[in-house]
């Protein structure tokens, strides 16, 4: 009899993706190696260097990030789509990964990405495997998007944050799937029974900038622990423009992840609980992998179980 075939299913999450390099490390101390991998967004970022062969590279570099670093790859672009351009990201991914074609790649890879002109699932398996982790992390509003193919895409998240059915369709006769968007509603909001003081802009210069790209740009590089309290707060302490952005996305992605498991069940979820990472927290990579690690541990019985199953 043949040996059961796995699929994993790397969700999107933001910085919250490093997780999945805890699952992956814990899934192999357990003896378990995916046969197929399909991610989306920072989950096709991870998904991909695991196929590549590469994801201890990946995992040395980002445990040693600083902020600093994190913000040299943020190369502003508010003209063009989105915040940041992402070249300067992808050229350290490139680096560290290489750009291998995906039909090339030792374990089968997908990608998810979302055509922007019909909203369609584009499932990404052939071509550069830079340019489809680039298109998948095209998160709206952040990076800016990406034409391959005479098409503009954005990040997969939209429409399918946890690509169960990716690995379905590469054939996987189990899939564990790992969710990063457990927990999150509400958590970028501003809790009204606390006292904030007033960002530095206003605290020295009275008001702040009326220019928002001159307020966008010096929050991005004032620290990524602030740079959502850069963009000015009224005094009654409403949500700032990133506070807004980053729970819509929060709830978007909750809702979808919902509804697409409820039709789309994987055979077994791990939920990193990550909440308390910021969107844009790249920096915080030990966390995160310990997190996936500790979770998927967690769910070893059900694991071994599922591997032990006769296809």
């Not at 050229?91 to 995906?102: D, K, L, S, T």
């Not at 002109?117 to 952040?142: F, K």
Request: with cysteine; charged share 20%.
């Amino acid at each position: 009899m043949r040996r059961v075939r796995i699929g994993l299913a790397l969700g999107s999450g933001s910085a919250r993706g490093w997780a999945h390099i805890g699952v992956i490390k814990a899934l192999h101390a357990l003896g378990v190696q995916p046969d197929v991998i399909a991610g989306c967004s920072i989950g096709a970022l991870v998904g991909g260097a695991y196929a590549a062969g590469h994801i201890d590279d990946l995992e040395e570099w980002l445990r040693t990030l600083r902020k600093k670093d994190v913000l040299g790859f943020f190369d502003v672009s508010l003209m063009s789509g989105g915040l940041i351009a992402g070249e300067r990201l992808m050229n350290f991914f490139r680096e560290y990964v290489g750009n291998a074609g995906i039909e090339a790649l030792p374990v089968p890879f997908a990608a998810v990405a979302t055509e922007l002109s019909s909203g369609r699932e584009v499932w990404l398996r052939t071509g550069p495997l830079i340019d489809a982790v680039r298109a998948s992390i095209s998160l709206p509003g952040i990076f800016t998007p990406v034409q391959l193919e005479g098409k503009w895409l954005v990040d997969g998240g939209l429409i399918n944050p946890v690509p169960v059915s990716v690995c379905r369709a590469m054939d996987a006769d189990v899939v564990i799937a790992v969710n990063l968007n457990g927990g999150l509603l509400g958590r970028h909001l501003p809790d009204s029974t606390v006292t904030r003081s007033r960002p530095a802009a206003v605290r020295e210069g009275g008001e702040p900038p009326n220019d928002l790209t001159a307020r966008l740009k010096n929050g991005i590089r004032s620290g990524l622990d602030t740079v959502w309290s850069q963009v000015w707060r009224s005094e009654n302490d409403a949500p700032g423009l990133f506070d807004v952005l980053a729970s819509a996305i929060n709830i978007m992605q909750d809702r979808i992840t919902r509804s697409r498991m409820a039709g789309e069940p994987p055979d077994l979820i791990i939920t990193p609980r990550l909440e308390h990472l910021g969107l844009l927290e790249f920096h915080r990579a030990a966390e995160a992998i310990e997190e996936g690690a500790s979770r998927t541990r967690q769910c070893a019985p059900g694991i071994l179980q599922l591997c032990a199953r006769q296809p």
